[in-house]
Protein backbone atom coordinates (compact mmCIF):
# COMPACT_ATOMS: atom_id res chain seq x y z
CA UNK A 1 0.00 0.00 0.00
CA UNK A 2 1.28 3.95 -0.99
CA UNK A 3 0.93 6.02 1.82
CA UNK A 4 1.78 9.72 2.56
CA UNK A 5 2.72 10.64 6.10
CA UNK A 6 1.97 14.00 7.48
CA UNK A 7 4.57 15.44 9.48
CA UNK A 8 2.70 15.24 12.55
CA UNK A 9 3.34 11.73 11.90
CA UNK A 10 6.38 11.46 10.79
CA UNK A 11 7.85 13.09 13.80
CA UNK A 12 6.02 11.23 16.14
CA UNK A 13 7.30 8.01 15.30
CA UNK A 14 11.05 8.65 15.65
CA UNK A 15 9.87 9.83 18.99
CA UNK A 16 11.36 8.27 22.17
CA UNK A 17 7.75 7.39 23.49
CA UNK A 18 5.97 7.19 20.20
CA UNK A 19 2.37 6.22 20.26
CA UNK A 20 2.23 4.66 17.28
CA UNK A 21 4.91 1.82 17.03
CA UNK A 22 3.23 -0.55 14.96
CA UNK A 23 3.45 2.22 11.93
CA UNK A 24 7.50 2.76 11.94
CA UNK A 25 7.47 -1.52 13.18
CA UNK A 26 5.33 -1.55 9.51
CA UNK A 27 7.91 1.06 7.65
CA UNK A 28 11.20 -0.62 8.88
CA UNK A 29 9.92 -4.36 7.78
CA UNK A 30 8.81 -3.14 4.42
CA UNK A 31 4.71 -3.07 5.14
CA UNK A 32 4.12 -0.10 2.82
CA UNK A 33 5.40 2.12 0.39
CA UNK A 34 6.41 5.93 1.90
CA UNK A 35 5.45 8.64 -0.76
CA UNK A 36 7.57 11.88 -0.08
CA UNK A 37 9.00 14.77 -2.29
CA UNK A 38 11.66 17.17 -1.47
CA UNK A 39 9.44 19.68 0.04
CA UNK A 40 7.72 16.88 2.35
CA UNK A 41 11.40 16.16 3.30
CA UNK A 42 12.80 19.13 3.87
CA UNK A 43 9.40 19.98 6.26
CA UNK A 44 10.33 16.35 7.93
CA UNK A 45 14.10 17.85 8.84
CA UNK A 46 13.05 21.34 9.75
CA UNK A 47 10.82 19.88 12.40
CA UNK A 48 12.48 17.25 13.42
CA UNK A 49 15.53 19.64 13.79
CA UNK A 50 13.74 22.38 15.84
CA UNK A 51 11.67 19.28 18.18
CA UNK A 52 14.54 17.87 18.79
CA UNK A 53 18.07 18.28 17.48
CA UNK A 54 19.97 17.87 13.58
CA UNK A 55 21.61 15.10 15.23
CA UNK A 56 18.51 13.07 15.56
CA UNK A 57 17.17 13.86 11.93
CA UNK A 58 20.68 12.42 10.72
CA UNK A 59 19.66 9.58 12.69
CA UNK A 60 16.31 9.21 11.26
CA UNK A 61 17.26 9.82 7.26
CA UNK A 62 19.83 7.56 7.35
CA UNK A 63 17.76 4.90 8.73
CA UNK A 64 15.07 6.00 6.25
CA UNK A 65 17.58 5.47 3.51
CA UNK A 66 18.78 2.51 4.89
CA UNK A 67 14.81 0.87 4.98
CA UNK A 68 14.69 2.17 1.48
CA UNK A 69 18.10 0.31 0.28
CA UNK A 70 16.09 -2.68 1.74
CA UNK A 71 12.86 -2.49 0.66
CA UNK A 72 13.15 0.11 -2.15
CA UNK A 73 9.87 1.52 -0.23
CA UNK A 74 10.84 5.10 -0.46
CA UNK A 75 9.20 6.44 -3.37
CA UNK A 76 10.46 9.79 -4.36
CA UNK A 77 7.75 11.83 -6.21
CA UNK A 78 8.01 15.24 -8.10
CA UNK A 79 4.59 17.07 -8.13
CA UNK A 80 4.91 19.31 -11.26
CA UNK A 81 0.83 20.32 -10.43
CA UNK A 82 -0.60 22.13 -7.53
CA UNK A 83 -3.84 20.53 -7.13
CA UNK A 84 -4.86 23.37 -4.34
CA UNK A 85 -7.56 21.32 -2.51
CA UNK A 86 -6.94 22.81 1.07
CA UNK A 87 -7.98 26.07 1.31
CA UNK A 88 -7.72 26.55 5.15
CA UNK A 89 -3.86 25.64 5.02
CA UNK A 90 -2.36 25.80 2.21
CA UNK A 91 0.75 24.64 3.28
CA UNK A 92 -0.97 21.04 3.66
CA UNK A 93 -1.10 20.91 -0.39
CA UNK A 94 2.49 19.28 -0.71
CA UNK A 95 1.20 16.59 0.98
CA UNK A 96 -1.92 16.10 -1.06
CA UNK A 97 0.35 16.89 -4.24
CA UNK A 98 2.88 14.02 -3.20
CA UNK A 99 -0.19 11.77 -2.58
CA UNK A 100 -2.05 12.30 -5.87
CA UNK A 101 0.51 12.63 -8.27
CA UNK A 102 2.33 8.93 -6.07
CA UNK A 103 -0.99 7.28 -6.59
CA UNK A 104 -1.11 7.11 -2.69
CA UNK A 105 -4.06 4.79 -1.52
CA UNK A 106 -3.85 6.65 2.17
CA UNK A 107 -3.09 9.64 3.81
CA UNK A 108 -1.98 9.51 7.14
CA UNK A 109 -2.91 12.54 9.62
CA UNK A 110 -4.56 13.86 12.53
CA UNK A 111 -5.05 17.60 10.86
CA UNK A 112 -8.41 18.23 9.97
CA UNK A 113 -7.70 21.14 7.44
CA UNK A 114 -7.40 17.37 5.21
CA UNK A 115 -11.21 16.28 5.14
CA UNK A 116 -11.18 18.69 2.67
CA UNK A 117 -10.23 16.44 0.42
CA UNK A 118 -12.72 13.81 1.32
CA UNK A 119 -14.76 15.84 -1.21
CA UNK A 120 -12.05 16.70 -3.66
CA UNK A 121 -12.81 13.62 -5.90
CA UNK A 122 -9.54 12.07 -5.96
CA UNK A 123 -9.49 8.95 -4.29
CA UNK A 124 -7.63 8.92 -1.11
CA UNK A 125 -8.53 7.99 1.57
CA UNK A 126 -7.82 10.19 4.80
CA UNK A 127 -7.06 8.18 7.38
CA UNK A 128 -5.52 8.77 11.67
CA UNK A 129 -2.67 7.02 12.72
CA UNK A 130 -4.59 5.41 15.27
CA UNK A 131 -6.73 3.92 12.15
CA UNK A 132 -3.22 3.35 10.22
CA UNK A 133 -1.59 1.16 12.92
CA UNK A 134 -4.39 -1.14 13.07
CA UNK A 135 -3.58 -1.71 9.20
CA UNK A 136 0.12 -1.89 9.42
Request: net charge negative; proline share 5%; glycine share 4%.
Amino acid sequence: MRVCLDTNVFAQLFSPHSPFPQILDGFIHGRFELLVSTEILLEYEEVVVREFSPQRWNRIWTLVQRIDTHHKTVIQVAPHFRFQVISVDPDDNKFVDCAITGGAELLVTSDRHFSEVLNSGYAIRIVSPVDFALLV
